[in-house]
């Protein structure tokens, strides 16, 4: 799907999450015990290290596990460095069978006063939670996306933003937060309400954090524009690590 457009974009924060007018956002030893317990430590290194064949995806506990729909193939996790902080690291899982693989990692950002389970217009911090992932666009052409794609000018940022947020929507892929499925991600409609937030996008990182996104290096944004498919029923766990194992 493609939406050409050049409808006049009007923001109001340099960052998505945020009401745009148009986008309504934006180590052996001789004592028998002490050898147990360097085996025991170094299996749990091992299985700390695995990326493949896991049982589960890592760090994440069974209250958001169990929200994860049955028919999900593919998780992005986003695993915040803490409640009030504005890093991450994303992680993009698969599953085979019955066992999920890890198949890429990034640097990433949130929002920029961390992490909230009740996100508000505004509040600069991201929503804790399991969302699905059904649409992409951006101000570029589609790079091969699986997910219905919508290229269009009003997806951009406007270029009285700080030069180094130019080109944050230049790919995006919206988190359903707050939003209609199989609509562009810039659609305004907020079934929840418009002091709920919305436009909360996987997007293109600036290099701090966000008004309510999750950012990434443009490489990362390629590979799962092309990597995240529809049939796989993608979706994105996220939150600061305490959020996600509670």
């Known amino acids: 799907m493609r939406i050409a457009g050049a409808v006049r974009v009007v923001a109001s924060a340099a ?3 945020v009401l745009l007018t148009t986008l309504t956002s934006c180590g052996g030893g001789e004592d028998p015990e002490k050898g147990d317990a360097r085996s025991a430590g170094a299996r749990k290194d091992k299985n700390e290290a695995q990326t493949t064949d896991l049982k589960r995806i890592p760090d ?3 209250r958001l596990r169990s929200k ?3 028919d999900s193939r593919q998780v992005v996790a986003v695993y915040g460095a803490g409640r009030n902080a504005p890093d991450s690291t994303v ?4 599953r085979t069978g019955s066992t999920w693989d890890r198949t890429a990692g990034w640097k990433a950002h949130n929002g920029r006063k961390g992490w909230t389970t ?3 217009e505004d509040d600069k911090r991201s929503p804790v939670g399991v969302f699905t992932l059904t649409d992409a666009g951006g101000a570029l052409p589609d790079p091969g996306a699986r997910l219905p794609y919508s290229e269009s000018a009003a997806i951009q940022a406007p270029r009285y933003w700080a030069k180094p947020y130019w080109h944050d929507f230049d790919y995006v892929i919206a988190i359903d937060y707050n939003r209609v499925k199989g609509t562009a991600p810039n659609d305004p409609t907020r079934p929840e309400g418009q002091s709920k937030g919305g436009s909360i996008w996987l997007h293109m990182d600036h290099g701090s954090g966000t008004s309510a996104c999750v950012s990434l290096p443009k490489e990362a944004m390629v590979k799962l524009l092309r990597t995240l498919d529809p049939k796989q029923h993608p979706v994105v766990v996220m939150g600061d690590r305490a959020s996600l194992k509670a």
């Open 68 to 70: 994860i729909p049955d």
């Open 60 to 62: 994440v506990g069974d």
């Open 118 to 120: 009740n996100h508000h």
């Open 91 to 94: 992680v993009l899982y698969t």
């Open 15 to 17: 960052a998505c999450g």
